[in-house]
């Protein structure tokens, strides 16, 4: 979706200044190992960890500490009653409490703000590894994965980092712990040292299990994200063609295998669960039972044995955020795996580092014959050409090709120089590809117009980002904002663009003109409208060589042919590549190359000359017109009976 311009402040009139969400591009992470990834994020969100670190190691101390006081206060109202000792420890209590009060809130808003900036920080790595990858992340895995990690992965790695803090301060309160006790009591104080590590090790043993068990899961609720939003974007050709069954017996069968393995996850981590509790529940009870003993026989005081209660009680909290940490981390790895699948898919054109850089507007425009050498194909500059084959899919392939979208594909040269020998930027410059189905994002026309221009959007930080969509979803968002925007400079472009495709009905059909807003995918317009803003757009890039597949076939017959000879017109001494079995485009086109079952050249000329010659019942001419006798819908055209197409 477009990014809106920074605004000059935010909403509530308050940002946060102490912790900022850094905007900068994200660096590449490591992505050989699961552990390296994870040590990569924590990194990344070092500062807050640090500081939540030092917040939660004081609020754990402090509650660690306080049976002591709590025992102290005890043994002195027993000894000697309400005396001045007994008001400082209370006084210190009172201090305490305050101490820790400060600690914890911050600690929790700091923790927040971590896991904030690793969850945003994967998120920024899928949508990076989407729009740097395209079409080359689908071949290798599927949408409903994407929506998962976006979903669901990004916030269990985010957990794992937020937990680290409380985690660290658990550990270090379980230490001042064992030091009292050992201090108070050896024997209590070596309980407490053998017993909770023994108690945390046992928890480990059903962390492998789970992994396991959740990655399952996690593969199975991919599976039916990827069938929800497959149907979602199909809905209406699954109506179509009665598909409704099929897709709910789909959607049923995966579902039910989701349940399944959600079950067996449930069951282990149930037992997970149950050991969190019954664990340290007993340690709880072993701790109190060798404390009350040494209190009847006179080895400690009352006040000791109420310490050493509370003691005991609190170490059930470091067990307690070991089990969740561990938990979480079992979670986080299997997030991580997930991830790092997903960006360990390389593009198929150009390096992931040129990609990353890719920005068209600083590469070098050639011009020059364009040439595909697995076909024969040679498309002449400054002429308009159209492709045609009997099966569409070849040309689009072929023209495809000539955008360079994979690397390991045939040859294409040119001015005489491979497409894989030139940067990457370079090429885009030079070649622009539009496809057969009319991409649009949310945001203005103006915006999904101008992608390279004045008006395309531009990055800008997350914090003004959510500023923005706060200050779009609220009320006061209305004719004074939109009211400067009717009109910006380049507007005669866009207008002269549209004029070209004949889209002034979209102009009409929105609110605003070139300032109305689009819907996502473009689905406030009708099929027709997509595809010649697509179109517009497509020509705004001025590329030297525009490739365009099916640019007008969803366009009625008197439409289709006056879009087609404005585009000739407006793209007269550039080089012109039109995938299409129209005989009102090809009309329109310099030449005509027909393409055969094999992808090769196998006749080229203008549309009128190929229908001349098949009437003198030339077999190149005759295979052609029967091509585009099937795009007219007439009937297959022979030697005998030559019927005339697009005249």
Same mark, same amino acid.
């Given at each position: ?456 959007? #531009?990055? @800008?930080?997350?914090?003004? *980002?959510? /500023?923005?969509? &706060?200050? $779009?979803?609220?009320? =006061? %968002?209305? #004719?004074? @904002?939109?009211?400067?925007? *009717?009109? /910006?400079?380049? &507007?005669? $472009?866009?207008?002269? =663009? %549209? ?7 979209? *102009? ?140």
């Amino acid at each position: 979706m477009p990014v809106p311009p920074q605004p000059a402040h935010h909403p509530s009139g308050r940002r946060g200044r102490l912790l900022p969400v850094p905007d900068a591009p994200l660096p590449q992470p490591p992505t050989h190992s699961v552990g390296a990834f994870l040590r990569w994020l924590l990194r990344r969100a070092l500062t807050p960890v640090l500081l939540a670190t030092v917040a939660a190691t004081t609020s754990n101390v402090i509650q660690a500490i306080v049976p002591g006081f709590l025992g102290a206060a005890l043994d002195s109202g027993i000894e000697t009653g309400l005396t001045p000792r007994l008001w400082a420890i209370g006084l210190g209590l009172l201090l305490l409490f305050g101490v820790y009060a400060i600690a914890d809130t911050s600690s929790d808003y700091i923790r927040i703000h971590a896991w904030m900036r690793v969850a945003f920080d994967v998120d920024r790595l899928v949508a990076r590894q989407v729009s740097t990858t395209g079409t080359d992340l689908g071949r290798q895995t599927s949408t409903g994965e994407v929506a998962s990690i976006v979903a669901s992965d990004a916030q269990y790695l985010a957990n794992t980092i937020e937990r680290l803090p409380g985690l660290i301060g658990a550990s270090v309160s379980f230490v001042v712990v064992a030091v009292l006790m050992l201090n108070t009591s050896v024997r209590l104080g070596l309980i407490a040292l053998i017993g909770m590590p023994l108690v945390a090790w046992i928890v480990t043993l059903v962390i492998k299990p789970l992994q396991k068990r959740q990655s399952y899961q996690r593969e199975a609720q991919s599976q039916v994200t990827t069938i929800t939003t497959d149907t979602v974007a199909g809905l209406r050709v699954l109506r179509g063609i009665g598909g409704e069954d099929v897709f709910a017996r789909r959607y049923r069968d995966a579902s039910q295998e989701l349940r399944r393995r959600g079950v067996s996850v449930a069951r282990t981590q149930s037992v997970l669960m149950s050991l969190q509790v019954l664990l340290p529940g007993l340690f709880v009870a072993v701790v109190v039972w060798v404390a009350a003993r040494m209190a009847v026989t006179g080895q400690i005081s009352a006040g000791e044995l109420v310490t050493f209660y509370g003691y005991t009680a609190y170490l059930s909290w470091p067990l307690m955020e070991f089990s969740h940490a561990v938990q979480d981390y079992a979670r986080a790895r299997v997030g991580a795996r997930r991830a790092l699948r997903l960006l360990t898919v390389s593009p198929t054109a150009g390096s992931v580092t040129e990609r990353l850089d890719l920005d068209p507007a600083r590469g070098t425009a050639v011009t020059g014959p364009l040439v595909d050498q697995a076909s024969g194909v040679r498309v002449t500059p400054g002429r308009m050409t159209a492709l045609v084959a009997a099966d569409p899919d070849i040309s689009a392939a072929l023209a495809t090709r000539l955008g360079r979208f994979h690397d390991d594909g045939p040859v294409v040269t040119l001015a005489n120089r491979p497409l894989t020998d030139m940067p990457l930027a370079d090429v885009r410059a030079s070649v622009v590809v539009s496809g057969a189905t009319a991409q649009l994002f949310t945001g203005t026309l103006r915006q999904a117009l101008d992608v390279r221009g004045d008006q395309a959007p #531009q990055p @800008v930080g997350v914090a003004a *980002l959510v /500023a923005a969509e &706060d200050e $779009r979803a609220s009320s =006061a %968002l209305d #004719q004074d @904002v939109r009211a400067p925007i *009717l009109r /910006a400079d380049g &507007d005669d $472009r866009l207008l002269a =663009a %549209l004029e070209v495709a004949d889209a002034h009905d979209v *102009l009409s059909s929105l609110e605003h003109g070139l300032a109305g807003m689009v819907t996502e995918k473009g689905r406030s317009l009708s099929g027709g409208q997509r595809q010649r803003v697509a179109l517009a757009r497509a020509l705004l890039t001025e590329a030297p060589t525009l490739v365009l597949i099916e640019p007008t076939s969803a366009l009625d017959s008197h439409t289709e042919s006056r879009v087609a000879h404005r585009v000739h017109e407006a793209r007269r001494d550039r080089t012109t590549v039109v995938v299409t079995e129209s005989p009102l485009v090809l009309e329109a086109c310099d030449e005509v190359v027909l393409l055969d079952a094999e992808g090769r050249e196998r006749v080229r000329s203008t549309h009128r000359d190929l229908l001349a010659r098949a009437r003198a019942g030339e077999a190149d001419a005759l295979a052609y017109r029967a091509v585009v006798a099937r795009a007219a819908g007439e009937a297959p055209v022979t030697a005998s009976a030559p019927e005339e197409v697009g005249r």
